[in-house]
């Protein structure tokens, strides 16, 4: 490889990313605010539930309520002027504003793959220049390469909102002793008749006639009651256990050994990655050991 030919690729990787790039990070940046959108109106329906109970219980003026929470002034006047306030809103906001964060995010997913691919490209092109044979401007060459690849690294960047975000809010509903019948919970599934799995009447027959938290944890993410093209409660669940996994070493560790005893020895990798996010090496990981007697 030479400077005309580096150059010539460096430059053809550039032209890609001026156009399909540009396009590809626009259209994920339309997603990134119908997200933020939807999450809106999902934090809206917990703050009114969550002020509606204050107001009706009477322990809390409503001095101390703008006090408490100066950012949710207009909620606080609209549950003052409310005579009713179904607490399950929630869940409905969940239900119909959460598949379209799932939706946005699928989108964005793809639109994400091609920009990592490009990524990708601009890796491949700087370990073959680096492998190369020395050349007057081959480190300029790497640096520009370097210069890109944390360009990709930024266009990559996600910081939306999961669906995952909300579990704990779920948790919080429960707790402060609020429950739901089986009419109730089938509706909600169900919050636009968008259902049309044959098996679903099947699915719900074992339902409990009310539902507390660990009833409605078993119905979602054990039984998966939720068809599956349409499981905004069930991914909420997984997304939030995948997500602490992540963060929580304790609960990956025995996340992965009840896997492991439970399909038998599945090989696992420690990935290793260089500054700009690039896999550089996989780790095979040791096998759990057991003294046989």
């Not at 030919?5 to 001026?18: F, G, M, S, T, V």
């Not at 999450?39 to 009706?56: C, G, N, P, Y």
């Not at 700087?126 to 360009?151: H, N, P, T």
């Not at 909420?236 to 995948?242: E, F």
């Amino acid at each position: 490889m030479n400077i005309f030919e580096a150059r010539k690729r460096l430059n053809d990787l550039d032209q890609l990313l001026l156009s399909e790039g540009a396009s590809l990070k626009a259209k994920a940046d339309v997603n990134h605010l119908l997200i933020s959108w939807c999450a809106d109106w999902i934090f809206k329906t917990i703050r009114r539930t969550i002020l509606f109970q204050l107001l009706q219980s009477g322990d809390i003026t409503e001095e101390q309520l703008y006090a408490m929470f100066p950012d949710w002034t207009e909620d606080i006047t609209k549950m003052k002027q409310t005579e009713r306030y179904n607490p399950l809103n929630t869940f409905a906001a969940l239900k119909i504003f959460g598949r379209r964060i799932l939706e946005a995010e699928r989108r964005n997913n793809a639109f994400y793959r091609q920009l990592y691919e490009l990524k990708r490209q601009y890796a491949r092109l700087g370990e073959e220049v680096r492998q190369a044979r020395y050349f007057k401007g081959k480190e300029q060459i790497l640096d520009e390469i370097d210069q890109r690849k944390a360009l990709m690294m930024n266009l990559c960047e996600q910081n939306d909102i999961g669906i995952s975000y909300f579990y704990p809010n779920v948790i919080h509903w429960f707790s402060l002793g609020f429950t739901m019948t089986k009419q109730e919970f089938i509706s909600l599934i169900s919050a636009d008749h968008r259902i049309e799995s044959e098996s679903f009447p099947e699915r719900i027959k074992e339902l409990p006639e009310r539902l507390g938290f660990e009833e409605f944890l078993d119905a979602v993410f054990v039984q998966k009651v939720e068809d599956d093209g349409d499981s905004v409660f069930f991914d909420m669940v997984m997304d939030y256990t995948a997500e602490l996994m992540d963060r929580n070493k304790e609960f990956r560790e025995k996340a992965h050994q009840f896997i492991q005893e439970t399909f038998g020895p599945i090989p696992t990798y420690t990935a290793a990655v260089d500054e700009f996010g690039d896999i550089i090496e996989l780790v095979p990981s040791k096998p759990n050991l057991h003294l046989v007697k």
